[in-house]
T-cell receptor, first 116, second 110 residues
Framework: DSGVTQTPKHLITATGQRVTLRCSPR?????VYWYQQSLDQGLQFLIH???????AKGNILERFSAQQFPDLHSELNLSSLELGDSALYFC???????????????FGPGTRLTVT | EDQVTQSPEALRLQEGESSSLNCSYT??????LFWYRQDPGKGPEFLFT???AGEEKEKERLKATLTKKESFLHITAPKPEDSATYLC???????????FGSGTRLLVRP
């Protein structure tokens, strides 16, 4: 158990809908990362938040957005869903940024999103 | 372009048959290289971080090494429970995101 929690575990929805995925980082971790894993693309970085602020964006679609709240949990919002958005979505957390002693990212169990 | 390539894509071993997985990378300014294990439908499980060429880390039957262009994950006398996909990722010193390779699917037969 990495200490990172994600809900829900599974999500089945229809095209055009909007969903919210939730992540709670390990206790004490200030950084949260979101990744998407699909069969043809592998694990792809989406976005990074540190202590409530957005730090970096990857190949995240404009239909996707995220935020990190004061209690450090994070939510990934996916809207106008398409069939191609079906994937595993992982959240990871790490202690912090430059100057911290560790850069390892610890991954949650993921949310499997199926768009029908 | 920053790239991480893992080989082989799949590897079948007999229990006790040692082997190595390869991860080669072309990135500018490497901060660290990470190895993860992933079981089907689960999140990646952190194994090792390597920061500089020549560094080695060990954990049970696994040993990771790093050179300036590649990393190896050596598996000594594997057991069936070592069957999983092993992922390599790099982190550049200009960013905190991880860039993953496509993984090596390892199957260890009893």
């Amino acid at each position: 158990d990495s200490g990172v929690t994600q809900t829900p575990k599974h999500l089945i929805t229809a095209t055009g809908q909007r969903v919210t995925l939730r992540c709670s980082p390990r206790s004490g971790d200030l950084s949260v990362y979101w990744y998407q894993q699909s069969l043809d693309q592998g694990l792809q970085f989406l976005i990074h938040y540190y202590n409530g602020e957005e730090r970096a964006k990857g190949n995240i679609l404009e239909r996707f957005s995220a935020q990190q709240f004061p209690d450090l949990h994070s939510e990934l919002n996916l809207s106008s869903l398409e069939l191609g958005d079906s994937a595993l979505y992982f959240c990871a957390s790490s202690v912090g940024l430059a100057g911290e002693y560790s850069y390892e990212q610890y991954f949650g169990p993921g949310t499997r999103l199926t768009v029908t | 372009e920053d790239q991480v390539t893992q080989s082989p894509e799949a590897l079948r071993l007999q229990e006790g048959e040692s082997s190595s997985l390869n991860c080669s990378y072309t990135v500018s300014g490497l901060r660290g290289l990470f190895w993860y294990r992933q079981d089907p439908g689960k999140g990646p499980e952190f194994l090792f971080t390597l920061y500089s060429a020549g560094e080695e880390k060990e954990k049970e039957r696994l040993k990771a090494t790093l050179t300036k262009k590649e990393s190896f994950l050596h598996i000594t006398a594997p057991k069936p429970e070592d069957s999983a996909t092993y992922l390599c990722a790099v982190q550049m010193d200009s960013s905190y995101k991880l860039i993953f390779g496509s993984g090596t699917r390892l199957l260890v037969r009893p």
